[in-house]
């Protein structure tokens, strides 16, 4: 019996090692916010998305999405800093949390567009 490959999706929300980083840009291990689809990822092995923080510094920040995570924990997606990363060279790993709000992915989505304007 062939033992089922992960792949992330969209909406997942997965661990990424972002080093290595340059200047004010997020470095070390975070969550990121996938927003390409599952096949996408699996044929290309890279992986677009948003990286998220606690960091309460963010509350204030126009471009984070706050929502409430596992446990209780207050969290920010990051939509102006989108990423892309090889994901299994980076061995990324699926976070307890497992998948944002329907309505987080769509309002940072939105957000994104907002900055970006690819879509109507």
């Not at 661990?15 to 599952?38: A, F, T, Y």
């Not at 920010?76 to 299994?88: G, M, T």
Request: net charge positive; aromatic share 8%; glycine share 4%.
């Amino acid at each position: 019996m062939a033992s089922k490959i992960w792949v992330p999706e969209r909406r997942d929300i997965i661990w990424i090692d972002c080093n290595p980083q340059v200047g004010r840009e997020m470095k070390d291990v975070h969550p990121l916010l996938v927003l390409s689809p599952k096949e996408f990822n699996d044929r290309t092995r890279i992986v677009i998305g948003l990286p998220m923080t606690t960091a309460e510094s963010n509350e204030n920040n126009p471009f984070a999405v706050k929502f409430i995570g596992g446990k209780g924990k207050v969290s920010y997606v990051l939509a102006h800093q989108p990423k892309s990363f090889d994901w299994r060279l980076r061995d990324a790993k699926p976070h307890p949390w497992k998948k944002v709000p329907e309505e987080v992915l769509i309002l940072a989505g939105e957000m994104l567009n907002q900055i970006i304007s690819i879509c109507e």
